[in-house]
């Protein structure tokens, strides 16, 4: 705030004490006067100014006599481009008016005629005159609003929207969406917020209504849930928000007449339910659709909504439409990918001694659905082929990708009768040259039954995890041999096979690095981790070891979807 200029410069007065030069001086006015500076500033005021305003002298010279004094009749902070007196002052002209509002020291509304001219102080900078008096014609002194229904200044404006757009953006789930939205707008714009939302089957739901207990947010599952459909040609505010036609104002009483439809039964329920006095409701509309309505409603907050107050209001809910329609694609591409994973990922064959089982655990993020999988599937020679894999990347494209792979895999390891090692390099070429699939890792093994009753397992390493074997007495080894470079990188380099005989009652772990791999924690951290909880867990039933093993080493952290693929063998050679 400009400070205010000193006696030199503004002829010859003392700032705060009125002078009887030049020829009248303030002190001869016998109703309320200030003198302003080139900048709006107070640089003089007379006694009858002080009790006018219930203001010093000290407290009101160097002040903004706009920022200070001006208020519309609610005691809102009169904006510069709606205030007569600021626009003359520009202008250098005498300009005068009644029925305005000056802000006293002690919190009420003056009502007040004005004059305002160029006034000359004897120095070399221009100053403004401002005379004013009580409006008599105005009604009796009020207090100003509480301060919840005072308006945000522009700069507030500006700030919580860009708030909005960064708080909104940064999720990409609609309910968190939602608790983000009506934890921006209360308490500072509203003490309720409701949000309708229109589901991809037509239907309203009430998804949200929250109460704010001052600085405590306090939702009402008792009023949410479905509504009744939204009527064509409704003149009701929700139903007109609904279609995308209007923002509108609404009250308790709008909804006392005779209801047109069962959503206006809903608002008079709401209304009396909630104590609102004033709302505001404005649509949630995308560039594609309309997705809802937001209502802000005041019932504790004094002072009633206006139009003045739906701008901002609207680019909020315009700000909350393009999140809500972010997270919906989202959660739409999740649940195909998931639905694909679902109907690709296969029924395990039924193997004679053995037991097998898989768990497929997609993300838990709505953004993050990935290429893990698993497969296990007899060959013609009556091996059975083992194989987990994961392609590069965290959406619908990988999850595509990952079933190019996987269906690659099975044809060549059904059409040739090569080890592990070969079958991967003509999947590595073909992945490389006819898929736009980036990079993968994987594990492809044969397993089969030796002459001694024993199982053996050939397998080859394309940058994967290594494999766990767990003894049934609780020894574990990671199967670090047969370990290759991964798939799509182009080097062309011959991959090896590594060979082992599983022991009676052992436990074959495979899986994806989701299962070992959180921020914040090293890979050898991970790999421990699942060692330790393996031994700890191998006595257990199949299912029991495999669910809680997932439970204990896949870390809260965890942005990545799992495959894990277990198998046992028979406790005895050679026995069913």
């Given at each position: 705030m400009a400070e205010p200029e000193r006696a030199e410069s503004v002829g010859p007065w003392t700032p705060g004490v009125v002078d009887a030069t030049p020829a009248g001086a303030l002190a001869a006015i016998g109703a309320g006067a200030y003198v302003v500076d080139d900048k709006g500033c107070i640089v003089a005021v007379n006694a009858r100014a002080e009790q006018l305003l219930g203001r010093t002298a000290e407290h009101l010279v160097g002040q903004d006599a706009h920022d200070l004094l001006h208020r519309d009749a609610r005691g809102h902070t009169l904006p510069t481009s709606r205030c007569s007196m600021r626009q003359a002052f520009h202008a250098r002209r005498t300009e005068q008016a009644g029925g305005e509002w000056f802000a006293k020291g002690d919190g009420c509304l003056l009502p007040v005629s004005w004059l305002i001219t160029p006034f000359d102080t004897g120095g070399p900078e221009p100053a403004t005159l401002v005379v004013f008096h009580r409006d008599e014609r105005a009604r009796a002194t009020s207090p100003l609003p509480?301060?919840?229904?005072?308006?945000?200044?522009?700069?507030?404006?500006?700030?919580?929207?860009?708030?909005?757009?960064?708080?909104?953006?940064?999720?990409?789930?609609?309910?968190?969406?939602?608790?983000?939205?009506?934890?921006?707008?209360?308490?500072?714009?509203?003490?309720?917020?409701?949000?309708?939302?229109?589901?991809?089957?037509?239907?309203?739901?009430?998804?949200?209504?929250?109460?704010?207990?001052?600085?405590?947010?306090?939702?009402?599952?008792?009023?949410?849930?479905?509504?009744?459909?939204?009527?064509?040609?409704?003149?009701?505010?929700?139903?007109?928000?609904?279609?995308?036609?209007?923002?509108?104002?609404?009250?308790?009483?709008?909804?006392?007449?005779?209801?047109?439809?069962?959503?206006?039964?809903?608002?008079?329920?709401?209304?009396?339910?909630?104590?609102?006095?004033?709302?505001?409701?404005?649509?949630?509309?995308?560039?594609?659709?309309?997705?809802?309505?937001?209502?802000?409603?005041?019932?504790?907050?004094?002072?009633?909504?206006?139009?003045?107050?739906?701008?901002?209001?609207?680019?909020?809910?315009?700000?909350?439409?393009?999140?809500?329609?972010?997270?919906?694609?989202?959660?739409?591409?999740?649940?195909?990918?998931?639905?694909?994973?679902?109907?690709?990922?296969?029924?395990?064959?039924?193997?004679?001694?053995?037991?097998?089982?898989?768990?497929?655990?997609?993300?838990?993020?709505?953004?993050?659905?990935?290429?893990?999988?698993?497969?296990?599937?007899?060959?013609?020679?009556?091996?059975?082929?083992?194989?987990?894999?994961?392609?590069?990347?965290?959406?619908?494209?990988?999850?595509?990708?990952?079933?190019q792979v996987r269906n690659m895999l099975r044809a060549y390891a059904w059409s040739h009768q090569e080890p592990p090692s070969r079958i991967v390099d003509r999947l590595d070429e073909a992945v490389t040259h006819i898929t736009s699939v980036p990079m993968a890792t994987m594990i492809f093994a044969r397993l089969e039954a030796a002459d001694d009753g024993h199982w053996e397992l050939c397998w080859t390493n394309a940058g994967h995890p290594p494999p766990l074997l767990i003894s049934r007495d609780g020894l574990t080894r990671y199967l670090q041999d047969g370990h290759g470079i991964l798939l799509g990188t182009g080097a062309g380099k011959a991959r090896p096979d590594a060979t082992t005989v599983l022991p009676p009652g052992s436990t074959l772990l495979l899986y994806t690095d989701g299962l070992i791999e959180a921020i914040g924690h090293s890979l050898d951290e991970g790999l421990e981790r699942l060692r330790q909880h393996a031994a700890a867990l191998v006595h257990r039933p199949m299912a029991s070891f495999t669910d809680e093993l997932l439970r204990r080493v896949r870390l809260t952290e965890n942005d990545d979807d799992v495959a894990l693929l277990v198998l046992r063998t028979p406790a005895e050679p050679g026995t069913p």
């Open positions: 509480e301060p919840g229904a005072v308006p945000l200044t522009e700069l507030e404006r500006l700030a919580l929207l860009a708030e909005t757009t960064t708080r909104l953006t940064s999720t990409l789930d609609v309910d968190e969406t939602l608790r983000r939205l009506v934890a921006l707008v209360l308490p500072r714009l509203a003490d309720w917020a409701i949000v309708d939302l229109i589901t991809e089957r037509d239907e309203v739901w009430r998804s949200a209504v929250v109460h704010a207990d001052g600085e405590m947010l306090v939702a009402h599952p008792e009023l949410q849930g479905p509504m009744p459909p939204v009527p064509e040609e409704s003149p009701m505010p929700l139903s007109r928000a609904l279609r995308g036609v209007a923002s509108t104002l609404a009250g308790p009483k709008t909804y006392q007449r005779e209801p047109d439809s069962g959503i206006a039964v809903e608002q008079r329920r709401l209304f009396k339910a909630t104590g609102i006095h004033s709302a505001a409701i404005v649509p949630i509309r995308s560039t594609r659709e309309v997705l809802g309505a937001l209502t802000l409603g005041r019932a504790d907050k004094a002072g009633d909504y206006t139009d003045a107050d739906l701008p901002l209001i609207e680019d909020i809910a315009r700000r909350a439409a393009l999140a809500l329609d972010n997270a919906r694609l989202y959660q739409r591409q999740r649940k195909v990918a998931e639905t694909m994973q679902n109907h690709l990922l296969p029924q395990l064959p039924r193997l004679p001694g053995l037991k097998m089982i898989a768990r497929y655990l997609p993300a838990p993020d709505a953004s993050q659905v990935g290429g893990d999988w698993y497969d296990a599937f007899r060959l013609p020679d009556g091996a059975t082929a083992l194989a987990v894999g994961d392609v590069v990347g965290h959406d619908l494209e990988a999850a595509a990708g990952m079933a």
